[in-house]
């Protein structure tokens, strides 16, 4: 396993307490594999790719459990090693590559810089590289871009960029934050064809963050479902969206307003709102808008295998689990 | 193409060959819209959707003369408002109002939300002349409240207690506060959560029922789009290639750039396919648009006609339109 | 790139004719105001009126009167004071002249090197005890009065302890010309200089503190983060020139306004006969066309500074050259 998450708990001192944002989330991670950790906003999804980078820089901020990378314990790491690692091993990529890049230099100088903190080669050989690597994402005319500021290239032109800069030091853990976000959805669908390619071109692993179930379904082998900085569902992602196991998976799947077959009269909506981190309810965090809750979830529930998957719910348990999903035929 | 499509009784609102440009430094000029036509009837959805910079958030800006468009013609029931005094369309802008999409922003900060949806109720005179009296516009608030699904606690409050979705709530309520007939939504659910985007997606559709509104529905999401609208205009670059009823639009798109907008969509759901293989390019620059078809750059059946010969929108046998010289589906 | 320059440079000389327009106007044009009277001085005799009128051309219309007074200031250079009778009024400036940019551009490199090295500091250990120090540095340099700290400067250098082996290289109060002798020069200027920069390393270095600040929140610095750089390299390299653009247009302003005049206390308490100096004596004389060729010598400062400042806004930050 490249990357094994036992029990991380992100903690932020919220109006002079510490305040859980992610509790006990633990997944791992294989070679060349894609795993899709989604969720809405507030679900602790980005603190937990930042806990893993090392750049949670909150003052008070506390970091607990493990998170070992090829082996190796990254929670209090010292800053020195650590840098050695950002960058070089686990390579991020955020979700505006407008805001994301530094303004003031050109795109071929940032990649550049990255090659040349990490390793010692001479100016001209890092532009070739940065060059080729801005080839190979698809860039036309490569050499003219790398020349060029980020705020004169296109959102697509820039995503590929910040991607080729991530690949320079050919990572074994690339951590993509929202990466297409902010795209437009032809170009969306361009770079999620480049981030699939990935594993095939460089071998590397992606942890992909977002909040958009269609993207988690073309994109990753398996899925991670966080609610309220909680691991609410994890799984196989084919399975987790055939036969969702958490009500919670199946509710905000069947929100999503379908694309095709027969229109819904009414959309089926979770009602509420998520609850915010300080006011998480003791028992599962989602019982306040599940339309499955019972007495059972004032306890938190553990996370529990139940087929493929794993599913902090107590309905398989008590042998009633969601029924499969129904998916309206695609007519191409 | 001098055909406009204002033919059928009497639209709510309909655009004429409407046109905004701006100047972007050195004489060069970006036409966001360029001569865009259609018409929206009574009790309508119409979806506007398209990727960043097609045009159609100003188009609905334009519909209501939020921007003054630099050509063409907007007539609101039977009206020409395009070039109307603002003291004579100050009674019409009660009868059309707007939802933005950032529904903070949209809110001042500082003020109860009682005040900011009063707000309308204030300004403008009752419809029988004079102003309403405060016991009128107490009840009416507490309708809007329960219209839009909001305590009626909520007035007292200020719009940073609520979340994203209840905001857009009060938002709407304020839009709703004259009784408007036209609702024009730029983006309304694209900034929330995906659980709370079928609530107020929902709810614009019991609006429409209860209260027989018409709306332009602008958008990015086509599935958002297909579930509220009952047709859609689909926009690249300034102008529409394809307009229609939306179940047909988007099942059996004709125009090339509809179905690669559609094929692009990540759906949730784990194919077996391969997924088709996504457009190339970005979308051109606005202010240089590409000869012929806007559209041929990356389209992937665009022949040599394509280059040099634009294609106007024309209509097809079912009944939509199309701005395509080779449409997907036979004519 | 060129193009923009190329226009900034033209809406330079733009606003220049206005503003000698402007001040022309306000001095020799008031209505119920006679120039002849206030140029000639009080109790001026008719011959000496008369000859003012004629060489001013206060007989002819407005436009020939601009003329005449702008080829005077800029052209035969022989606009003369009528207060101190025969004094010219233009090489009296361009002798002022190098006084104040001496005095000017040494203080603002202290302030520049001191207040970015004071602002990086406090920004790059935010929080600690060395942060706080040197922002409560910073302001008492801004609540010291220029012309007290110059008098005790003076007091201590010049008097009490002028014997001493600290002090002894103080020359005397006065300027000492750059040409005829550098050390000399640097010596007479060392504590004018220090004394002028209190006052701007503390807004400066306030400023730039607030600015670094700011700019750690932004995506790049994290995404600069993430790349594996170090702390110091992240700061200075990304965070610092996205950060000085505050500073560098309050510098322009700061810098032309001392060069035309603004240095007057520390002029006065250091004995230096700048700019400053000259048009405090003007005013207090109301010598009018001292006063009009002051005025003239600020504007063009101001003006000039102000398209510096924009063309390094250019050098610095690539979207402005765009023109986004």
Redesign the interface.
């Known amino acids: 396993m490249l990357l094994v998450v036992r029990d991380l708990t992100v903690a932020l001192p919220i109006g002079g307490r510490l305040v859980p944002i992610v509790e006990s989330v633990s997944f791992t991670l294989g070679a060349r594999e894609i795993l899709g950790i989604v969720g809405e906003s507030g679900s602790g999804k980005s603190m937990t790719s930042l806990a893993i ?1 090392g ?1 949670i820089d909150v ?1 008070g901020a506390r970091v607990s459990g493990s998170v070992r990378f090829r082996g190796r314990e990254l929670v209090g790491l010292a800053p020195r090693a650590y ?6 091993e686990i ?2 990529i ?1 979700q ?1 590559p407008m ?6 230099y050109t795109v071929g100088r940032q990649i550049d ?2 090659i040349r ?2 390793q010692k080669i001479s100016r001209a050989d890092a532009r070739s590289r940065t060059v080729r690597l801005l080839g190979d994402m698809g860039v036309p005319d490569p050499e003219r871009v790398a020349g060029r ?1 980020p ?2 290239l296109s959102g697509g032109l820039r995503q590929r960029a910040m991607i080729a ?1 991530a690949l320079s030091c050919n990572p074994a853990l690339l951590i993509a934050d929202e990466p297409t976000t902010a795209l437009d959805v032809t170009v969306q669908a361009q770079i999620l064809d480049l981030l699939r390619g990935l594993r095939r071109e460089y071998g590397s692993s992606v942890l992909l963050i977002t909040h958009d179930m269609g993207v988690v379904a073309e994109t990753c082998d398996r899925t991670l479902v966080l609610y309220s900085g909680l691991v609410a569902e994890r799984g196989p992602t084919g399975a987790l969206f055939a036969q969702p196991g958490h009500p919670y998976t199946a509710a905000l799947l069947d929100s999503i307003p379908p694309l095709h077959g027969p229109r819904p009269a009414r959309l089926p909506s979770i009602p509420g709102s998520p609850p915010v981190p300080a006011e998480r309810p003791a028992g599962c965090p989602f019982a306040p808008r599940c339309a499955y809750a019972h007495e059972a979830c004032a306890v938190r529930p553990a996370l529990v295998a139940s087929g493929v998957q794993d599913i902090a719910c107590v309905l398989p348990a008590e042998g009633r689990p969601l029924p499969p999903r129904f998916v309206a035929e695609m007519s191409a | 193409m001098t055909r406009l499509p204002v033919d059928s009784p009497a639209p709510l609102i309909a655009a004429q060959d409407l046109r905004m440009t701006y100047r972007v ?1 050195r004489g060069q000029v970006l036409r966001a819209l360029d001569g865009v036509s259609l018409s929206v009837q009574r009790g309508e959805v119409l979806g506007l959707v398209g990727e960043s910079g097609c045009g159609k958030s100003t188009l609905g800006r334009c519909l209501l003369r939020l921007v003054q468009p630099s050509g063409g013609r907007v007539v609101f029931d039977g009206t020409d408002i395009t070039t109307l005094p603002e003291r004579r369309l100050r009674p019409l802008r009660q009868e059309m109002q707007m939802v933005f999409q950032d529904s903070y922003a949209a809110l001042n900060p500082r003020r109860r939300v009682g005040d900011l949806v009063a707000e309308p109720l204030r300004v403008h005179p009752a419809p029988g002349g004079g102003w309403r009296s405060r016991a009128d516009i107490a009840a009416r608030l507490a309708e809007l409240m329960d219209l839009v699904g909001l305590p009626q606690a909520a007035l007292a409050r200020y719009p940073h207690e609520f979340s994203g979705g209840q905001r857009q709530r009060i938002n709407i309520a304020r839009a709703l506060a004259l009784s408007p007939r036209l609702v024009v939504a730029d983006e309304p659910v694209a900034a929330l959560d995906v659980s709370i985007q079928a609530q107020i997606v929902n709810l614009f559709m019991d609006l429409r029922d209860r209260l027989g509104l018409t709306y332009v529905f602008v958008a990015h999401d086509l599935a958002v789009v297909r579930q509220i609208s009952t047709r859609v205009a689909v926009m690249y670059l300034g102008a529409i290639v394809e307009l229609g009823e939306a179940d047909a639009v988007l099942h059996r798109p004709a125009h090339p750039y509809t179905a690669a907008l559609i094929a692009a969509v990540p759906e949730p759901v784990v194919r077996t396919e391969g997924l088709p293989p996504p457009l190339r390019g970005d979308v051109p620059s606005p202010i240089a648009p590409p000869p012929g078809c806007r559209f041929h750059t990356r389209c992937p059946v665009a022949r040599d006609r394509c280059r040099v010969d634009p294609p106007t929108l024309r209509g097809l046998p079912d009944g939509r339109e199309v701005a395509c010289h080779y449409p997907l589906v036979e004519t | 790139m060129v193009m923009a320059v190329l226009r900034r440079l033209g809406q330079t000389l733009f606003v220049l004719v206005g503003i000698s327009v402007l001040v022309f106007l306000v001095f020799f044009a008031t209505p119920g105001a006679d120039p002849t009277a206030r140029i000639a001085g009080r109790n001026a005799s008719s011959e000496t009126m008369a000859r003012v009128r004629v060489e001013y051309g206060f007989d002819r219309p407005l436009p020939v009167q601009y003329a005449r007074m702008m080829e005077k200031l800029f052209v035969t250079r022989d606009l003369t004071s009528y207060v101190n009778r025969g004094q010219k009024v233009v090489p009296e400036i361009l002798e002022a002249a190098p006084v104040t940019v001496s005095l000017v551009s040494g203080a603002a490199v202290i302030w520049v090197v001191l207040s970015v090295a004071m602002g990086v500091i406090a920004a790059a250990l935010r ?1 600690s005890w060395v942060d706080r120090g040197l922002m409560m540095l910073g302001l008492v340099g801004i609540s010291i009065p220029v012309f007290w700290l110059g008098q005790v400067v003076n007091l201590v250098t010049q008097s009490r302890y002028h014997e001493s082996w600290l002090f002894s290289w103080v020359p005397g109060l006065g300027y000492v010309p750059l040409t005829e002798d550098p050390l000399g020069w640097f010596r007479a200027l060392a504590l004018p200089w220090l004394t002028l920069a209190v006052l701007f390393v503390g807004i400066y270095s306030r400023v730039l503190r607030a600015d670094l600040v700011a700019v750690q929140s ?3 610095m ?9 702390p110091a ?1 992240v700061l200075l ?2 965070g610092l ?2 950060s000085m653009i505050t500073f560098v247009s309050l510098f322009g302003l700061d810098f032309a306004q001392l060069v035309g005049g603004g240095a007057l206390l520390t002029e006065v308490v250091f004995g230096l006969q700048g700019v400053g100096r000259l048009t405090y004596q003007a005013l207090s004389n109301l010598d009018l066309p001292l006063i009009m060729a002051t005025v003239m010598y600020s504007a063009v400062f101001v003006v000039i500074a102000n398209a510096v400042v924009d063309m390094l806004y250019l050098l ?4 402005v050259r ?3």
């Open positions: 980078m750049l003052p840098r050695a690692l950002r960058g070089r390579a991020m955020f505006d805001t994301a890049f530094t303004p003031v810089e990255q903190v990490h500021y705020h004169q800069m | 430094g | 929080g932004e995506d790049f994290r995404t600069a983060r993430a790349k594996g750089l170090s390299r390299v990304h020139r996205t610095l930050d690539p979207r765009d023109g986004r």
